[in-house]
């Protein structure tokens, strides 16, 4: 294809890295229609923004390796005039805990990690105790630590980055509301926003995150897609934890340090309707679950206060945890990339470069996505994603 003219539906992180990649590399002309280019609401300014190694599929621990590599040159990758951005990345890793309920899942995964490079290594209560003096670990069995390639960063300033370098590379954002496509045959050939104008390329990539399913209907892909709302609490705290990871206990409570004090989750009570706006923020889910986890699993956290909170969107995938990318079935020129269940900031890197070679060569040059399309949607074929967070 040359000099491809490629239509992106969606700006976040996802829509944004896979323009950079189109336009940086490829030499293409990349159209991005974004309904709200504030970000206000979207998943991209309001993740937590980590990433780890410690799944329990070999493509995300592919996609997880690709990525930190990228956030670790991310100065150099996406300079724009001399100006070198910073993301921030901490490489703390994550501490997953095991009662001895999830101790064999564990240990299954850790295997998987290993087998497949990730530095993560498998700790029983003694050695967790040893590293870890504030850890209580009182019905833990065994932990999993990932000692470099795992931590966190700074992702509405990874996203910010690449937009600024899709942009600087020719790439044009556009604010727009992509709602309707002209097709003839197997392919699209433009956009139609909601004010009727045409948007023409040779390519579609279908990259709304949450707000994804009802676009790939129109195209006839029912897609298990939807918006999940997840709550995050900014705690202070006068405990010092030395060396502290990104915590993740048996009960689903996660903590990691952010800045003077720490960031907390866990997922959203039985009981909770997880689809509610932002705004409404689930108090009692601190009250009643993650206090009580925390300072059970951390002692010096008896003295802890709620300094803030806000709530941002994961686009789940309810077929399997997982993303969905690539070419829509039934088409030759329309793509997707979406539901990737907490984890697509971490993810967007890697799918971004790999995607941007498939809808230009026809083909994947590097990790092969092969095991993330949506054809398995279509067959039934699962692939489950253990570690969600």
């Known amino acids: 294809m040359s000099r491809a003219r490629v239509v992106i539906i969606g700006g976040g992180v996802i829509g944004a890295a896979t323009a950079c990649f189109l336009a940086r590399d490829h030499g293409a002309a990349v159209t991005v229609l974004e309904r709200d280019l504030s970000y206000r609401q979207a998943s991209s300014a309001l993740s937590a923004s980590s990433i780890r190694q410690q799944f329990s599929t070999p493509i995300n621990i592919a996609l997880s390796q690709a990525g930190v590599e990228f956030l670790r040159g991310v100065g150099s990758a996406l300079e724009v005039d001399g100006d070198h951005p910073s993301i921030g990345l901490v490489e703390a890793g994550y501490l997953y805990l095991a009662s001895d309920a999830g101790a064999a899942q564990l240990r299954i995964n850790h295997a998987l990690q290993r087998a497949h490079g990730a530095n993560i290594e498998l700790l029983d209560g003694n050695a967790l105790q040893a590293r870890w003096p504030w850890l209580a670990v009182e019905g833990i069995a065994l932990g999993t630590w990932g000692a470099s390639g795992e931590g966190w960063f700074d992702g509405p300033a990874l996203h910010a980055a690449l937009k600024r370098k899709a942009q600087a590379c020719g790439a044009r954002f556009l604010h727009a509301e992509g709602v309707s496509f002209d097709t003839h045959a197997d392919r699209v050939h ?89 705004d409404a923020i689930d108090h009692g889910l601190f009250d009643n679950v993650i206090w009580p986890a925390l300072a059970a699993r951390i002692p010096a956290f008896e003295a802890l206060r709620v300094r803030s909170a806000w709530a941002g969107y994961y686009e789940m995938n309810a077929f399997d945890h997982n993303g969905v990318v690539g070419a829509l079935p039934g088409w030759a020129n329309a793509f997707i990339a979406c539901g990737f269940s907490g984890h697509g900031m971490q993810h967007a890197p890697a799918v971004g470069r790999a995607l941007a070679e498939r809808i230009v060569s026809g083909r994947y040059a590097g990790i092969d996505l092969a095991p993330l399309s949506p054809e398995r949607l279509l067959s039934s074929a699962r692939l489950i994603e253990e570690n969600v967070i």
């Open 190 to 278: 433009a956009v139609r926003d909601a004010q009727g104008q045409a948007h023409a390329g040779d390519a579609l990539l279908i990259a709304a995150g949450a707000w994804s399913a009802p676009l790939a209907a129109l195209l006839g892909l029912a897609l298990p897609v939807s918006a999940k709302k997840r709550d995050v609490f900014v705690l202070d705290s006068p405990a010092r934890l030395p060396g502290c990871p990104l915590l993740i206990d048996p009960s689903g409570v996660w903590l990691r340090p952010e800045g003077s004090g720490f960031i907390a989750g866990a997922p959203p009570r039985s009981d909770d309707a997880n689809d509610l706006p932002l």
